[in-house]
């Protein structure tokens, strides 16, 4: 179990982090927690917005600068963060989205499919219907959330992907 003090320096911006975890809290919350809960166990410091402060400028220039000094980008697909990169309205997971692919490599992004997503959000016609830009974020191979037995393959692959030695 982490200390408070830990959490806290997890979430100070002066930080470096491993990897950004960016997350549509209405449906990928589960699997965000569970993905942080792991990356506790090997001492990697991320981020991912449980415990920032809920003011809009100051949530938003910690996660600017967090995506920015992050190493590794992970966004977990599901339907509502693929809701959110189709709205015309400002939203984080999309603005999350665009700062990931203004800073980080194609190589430095780990899209992960959450098992709850639809396959309506998960097909060519829907990804080339997104700005250009946003389409290079689907352009590496997805690490795939199964849930149940796989679930600890699932984590295996992903801290493989982000650079951590199982």
């Given at each position: 179990m982490q200390s408070r003090?830990?959490?806290?320096?997890?979430?100070?911006?002066?930080?470096?982090?491993?990897?950004?975890?960016?997350?549509?809290?209405?449906?990928g919350d589960d699997?965000?927690?569970?993905?942080?809960k792991e990356l506790d166990y090997t001492r990697e410091k991320y981020f991912v917005d449980f415990d920032v402060v809920k003011t809009s400028a100051i949530k938003r220039d910690i996660i600017h600068q967090k995506i920015r000094d992050?190493?590794?980008?992970?966004?977990i697909i599901t339907d509502g963060y693929m809701r959110s990169l189709q709205t015309p309205e400002v939203d984080y997971c999309k603005t999350e989205l665009e700062w990931a692919l203004?800073?980080?490599?194609?190589?430095?992004?780990?899209?992960?499919?959450?098992?709850?997503?639809?396959?309506?959000?998960?097909?060519?016609?829907?990804?080339?219907?997104?700005?250009?830009?946003?389409?290079r974020a689907f352009a590496p191979l997805a690490v795939q959330h199964e849930g149940g037995v796989r679930q600890a393959q699932f984590l295996r692959e992903l801290k493989n992907r982000i650079g951590i030695v199982c």
């Amino acid at each position: 179990m982490q200390s408070r003090n830990e959490r806290d320096q997890r979430n100070d911006p002066a930080t470096k982090t491993c990897c950004f975890i960016s997350h549509k809290q209405s449906d990928g919350d589960d699997l965000a927690r569970t993905v942080a809960k792991e990356l506790d166990y090997t001492r990697e410091k991320y981020f991912v917005d449980f415990d920032v402060v809920k003011t809009s400028a100051i949530k938003r220039d910690i996660i600017h600068q967090k995506i920015r000094d992050a190493e590794f980008f992970v966004f977990i697909i599901t339907d509502g963060y693929m809701r959110s990169l189709q709205t015309p309205e400002v939203d984080y997971c999309k603005t999350e989205l665009e700062w990931a692919l203004k800073y980080r490599t194609t190589e430095q992004i780990v899209p992960v499919v959450h098992n709850s997503c639809t396959s309506k959000f998960l097909n060519a016609d829907f990804i080339t219907s997104l700005p250009p830009h946003m389409q290079r974020a689907f352009a590496p191979l997805a690490v795939q959330h199964e849930g149940g037995v796989r679930q600890a393959q699932f984590l295996r692959e992903l801290k493989n992907r982000i650079g951590i030695v199982c």
